[in-house]
């Protein structure tokens, strides 16, 4: 088990349900397991990258301590998403980096949601759809305790690189990881500028 699961927060994260095998498409990208189970997240628990995994879709796993202790220190999952406020705070008592579940569809509903944040060490902001972030007005992104995570419908590289311009971290479908890994045929800038470093191969 490793000591200190959260080493580093990559700039990707590859979203999977774990159930074939996985291999990184670079340097900085790391593994987010959903829609899962238990057997899922065990077989997947030895990957030498940073793991994460959304524990509310993942079948017969709680939201409670035991839940947080079972993957943050059992299976070494250092960063996990939650839209429970006390499962987010559980996580980050044990060492792991938390991110709380925010949905921005509008501006109710992002303060609704900001309402129940626990708001300490170790807890960040998961923003469903990711595809928002850049619409945020300035003054509601300085609402979000960081760090701030872009989660959900996140596939062109204009919208990517938007995100990122704001966020710490996105979650990415595999078959946008490998559209960003080619360069651009008219030389224009975008995500793939920015994540390059990160998808070049060890």
């Known amino acids: ?92 008592s044990l060492g792991g980096l938390a991110f709380l579940k925010v949905y921005a569809l509008d501006s109710e509903g992002l303060h609704r949601s900001l309402e129940g944040h626990p708001r300490g060490p170790a807890i960040g902001t998961a923003i469903c759809p990711g595809l928002v972030l850049a619409h945020l007005e300035p003054g509601e992104v300085s609402l979000l305790p960081r760090p701030i995570m872009g989660y959900g419908l996140l596939d062109a590289p204009e919208d990517i690189a938007a995100c990122l311009a704001i966020a710490d971290s996105v979650v990415l479908r595999r078959q946008a990881i490998e559209g960003l890994a080619a ?20």
């Open 183 to 202: 360069p651009r045929s008219d030389g224009r800038a975008d995500a793939r500028d920015i994540l390059q470093p990160a998808l070049n191969r060890p």
């Open 1 to 92: 088990m490793n000591s200190d699961p959260v080493r580093h927060l990559p700039r990707i994260f590859e979203a999977s349900n774990g159930l074939g095998g996985w291999s990184p498409l670079g340097r900085d990208v790391g593994l987010l397991l959903r829609d899962t189970n238990l057997t899922a997240l065990l077989a997947n628990a030895g990957y030498d990258t940073t793991l994460a995994v959304d524990c509310d879709g993942v079948e017969g796993l709680g939201d409670d301590r035991a839940a947080a202790e079972f993957l943050v220190l059992r299976l070494g999952f250092g960063v996990v998403l939650t839209r429970h406020a006390a499962m987010a705070a559980n996580v980050a």
